[in-house]
């Protein structure tokens, strides 16, 4: 479980994330392809390092390709997001945020969400910011996300409907329910910004206990003496969540739908998806319907914050017409990866453990039919030489569970597939 903890505490904006993320380590070219399934030819995003108050950040730049219009309704920018080619999961965080933001100016300006025209959120290089946001945090591989405290600013600022103060109503209205500061004059939070971490952000808290395995630093656009206008990205397991897990169990919800009308060659792609839209599980049960009709039951377990997304999912990709829903707990021994090497290919080996022991040892089996392919050889003999390998590291049921460091060198010696 891969977490992510946004320090947001000297502001945050849209290219300020993206920034952090991209410093982080996502992928550039993942992002600019998202942006171009949504906005093709329009914008490109770039990058280059810059420096706040002696600070080193990536500042993330959305390049403007063609004329933009003023502005842009709620259903224009759904529309857009809904016909993209994207990564079910990117959709739904993007649909996500959008629908805060125009949840948000729909109570600033008392008219109905769906009426709301965006002004600056709905320019070009705002909409390539939420979209870049929400495929680099699925690149990166992140399970969660919590953030600190917000610094919004003070004072006021110019918008489309004149000088406002700071916060704006927006930011006013995304900001219920999350800790905030002013933290310092001028607007340090945009809407945007607020979208998405409080979107995304499954709760408001100070740096969690975690394993940290990476960060990354995003710049703003101006460089203020004695503050460095950045916003700071933090990735790692959280201590807490593997014995979370494995003592009191999560939260976690069950999906439940009967189908008996659709194509049977359908089902690994409706799978696919659902895993790719942030399921945690995804299966089929044969079952009897009334009348005698075959029949499948799909069943879908996610977090809670996942559900809405996976349903629309469920929806887009299969005939049904309805579904059920229950609240259930998930349990988890904690578990570790660690690579061995087999014929100079590191293939990651998942390592479950009971706190002291290890109970059981899997390779990512993708990783080992990648191999295969390479190679050339029988996915049985490459199943079997990554075996050997753990095995000749040290990592068999019974043994004591390795530190990182330890198991990451006990496993680079070298095993032969043939």
């Keep these: ?47 280059h390092q810059v ?52 949840d948000a100016e729909g109570q600033a300006h008392g008219i109905p969400p769906v009426d709301v025209h965006f002004h600056e959120v709905g320019a070009l290089d705002s909409i390539a910011d939420v979209v870049g946001v929400c495929a680099a945090v699925a690149d990166l591989g992140v399970d969660s996300v919590s953030v600190g405290e917000v610094s919004v600013g003070s004072g006021t600022v110019r918008m489309a409907h004149g000088r406002i103060a700071v916060p704006g109503p927006a930011v006013v209205e995304l900001s219920r329910g999350w800790r905030v500061r002013a933290g310092g004059e001028g607007e340090l939070t945009t809407p945007t910004g607020m979208a998405l971490v409080t979107t995304l ?12 395995e990476g960060s990354g630093t995003g710049a703003g656009t101006r460089d203020v003496a004695g503050r460095p206008n950045i916003t700071r990205v933090f990735l790692g397991e959280r201590a807490d ?28 792609g409706v799978l696919a998806a659902l895993m790719a839209a942030g399921a945690q599980d995804a299966w089929l049960v044969p079952i009897l319907m009334k009348k005698g009709r075959p029949a499948h039951t799909l069943h879908v377990l996610c977090s809670p914050d996942a559900a809405p997304r996976l349903r629309d999912v469920v929806y887009a990709q299969t005939s049904t017409i309805g579904v059920r829903q229950a609240a259930t707990t998930k349990f988890m021994l904690p578990r570790t990866w660690v690579d061995v090497q087999v014929d ?46 753990a095995a000749g590291a040290g990592l068999v049921p019974g043994s004591p569970v390795p530190e990182a460091d330890e198991a990451a060198g006990r496993a680079s010696g070298r095993a032969s597939s043939a």
């Excluded at 505490?9 to 982080?24: E, H, K, N």
């Excluded at 392919?373 to 390998?389: D, E, M, N």
């Design 1 to 47: 479980m891969r977490h992510l903890w946004i320090d947001a505490s000297a502001g945050v904006a849209g290219d300020m994330l993206l920034g952090a993320l991209l410093d982080a380590g996502a992928s550039l070219d993942v992002v600019q392809r998202a942006v171009d399934a949504v906005v093709a030819g329009s914008v490109s995003v770039e990058t």
């Design 51 to 102: 420096t706040r108050a002696g600070m080193r950040a990536t500042k993330a730049d959305v390049v403007m390709r063609v004329d933009d219009p003023p502005h842009r309704d709620w259903r224009t920018i759904a529309r857009m997001v809904a016909e993209a080619d994207l990564d079910e999961r990117v959709r739904g965080d993007v649909l996500r945020v959008f629908g805060s933001l125009a």
């Design 201 to 212: 952000g499954e709760s408001c808290e100070d740096l969690p206990s975690m394993s940290l």
């Design 241 to 268: 969540a593997a014995a979370t897990a494995a003592n009191e169990g999560t939260p976690a919800i069950v999906i439940e739908a009967n189908v008996d009308d659709l194509d049977p060659r359908l089902w690994p």
């Design 344 to 389: 100079g290919h590191a293939v990651p080996v998942k390592v479950s453990h009971d706190g002291g022991a290890i109970t059981q040892v899997t390779p990512e089996f993708d990783a080992v039919a990648d191999l295969a392919r390479t190679s050339g050889l029988p996915q049985v003999r490459v199943l079997a030489a990554v075996a050997a390998a």
